[in-house]
């Protein structure tokens, strides 16, 4: 295991659409989205495309966006 690697933490919204299905994304990574027929499918395939969004920056010899989010969930009747 590698001591040295950074950990990212990211914030992913995820949206029901009409059909049942799922759309996922990361709104720090401009353009990052992806989908899923299930909840599961869209975590997993949102995670893969993080995962291929940060290579890409890396392999551009771009920096690596942090998020400085603070999230706030708010119920109402």
Do not use: W
Request: charge should be negative.
């Amino acid at each position: 295991m590698d001591n040295n690697k950074q950990i990212y933490n990211y914030t992913v919204l995820l949206e029901k659409e009409l059909d049942g299905d799922y759309h996922a994304f990361c709104s720090i990574l401009k353009g990052c989205h992806s989908q899923g027929d299930s909840f599961e499918e869209a975590i997993d395939n949102i995670t893969e495309g993080i995962e291929l969004y940060l290579e890409s920056l890396r392999a551009d010899n771009q920096s690596i966006p942090r998020e400085d989010l603070i999230t706030i969930i708010l119920g109402f009747h």
